[in-house]
């Protein structure tokens, strides 16, 4: 019967801070982009305006073509993008409290072969749940694999690990030069 009540329930509807939160990279761009030039627009003209525009676009367009720095920018992007693939995963895998609640994404960090997005799983949600939903999780997350580690102290917290390249092909290769932009050995 759980199960029927589980599938005709349907996710709660978050409130303004928890709607807010996954945006918090976007807001803060866009208001430090906006703040910064109205700042330099309004104490220095309209010339130096247009200079600090130019400059922002040289610096941007040599972070995107030199190699470790776009490896490092594409690896912080894919931590923007995978935590929100993570909830819309358990959304429709059905991952989520009697309540309705999801689970909550804590943090993201880049890992040699792809990301590691830890989660905080609430009362009702165990690691067992997202361990079943591992292929939903997959493809939710335009990943290869997803592996579930639980924490052995916490066992509320679970690390997802979300696997978007093959490991090394040989114990000789760093393991951070995949996806963090450190230079591939020669030979």
């Not at 309209?46 to 367009?61: C, E």
């Not at 939710?140 to 579930?148: E, G, N």
């Amino acid at each position: 019967m759980a199960s029927v009540k589980a599938a005709m329930s349907t996710v709660a509807r978050p409130g303004l801070i928890t709607r807010i939160w996954p945006w918090r990279c976007e807001f803060g761009l866009i208001a430090g982009t906006v703040l910064g030039m109205i700042g330099i627009g309004v104490t220095l003209g309209p010339g130096w305006l247009i200079a600090a525009a130019a400059a922002a676009m040289a610096v941007l367009g040599v972070a995107l073509t030199w190699r470790p720095s776009r490896r490092r920018i594409i690896a912080r992007a894919w931590c923007v993008i995978t935590p929100r693939r993570v909830r819309t995963g358990c959304t429709q895998a059905w991952i989520q409290t009697r309540d309705g609640h999801l689970p909550a994404v804590l943090y993201t960090v880049p890992a040699h072969y792809g990301e590691r997005v830890w989660v905080w799983c609430r009362a009702g949600i165990t690691a067992g749940d997202l361990e079943a939903a591992r292929d939903s999780l997959r493809a939710a997350c335009w990943a290869s694999d997803v592996r579930v580690v639980v924490n052995d102290r916490r066992s509320h917290i679970v690390v997802l690990e979300v696997i978007r390249r093959p490991p090394p092909s040989s114990p000789e290769e760093p393991a951070l030069y995949y996806g963090l932009g450190l230079p591939r050995p020669l030979g």
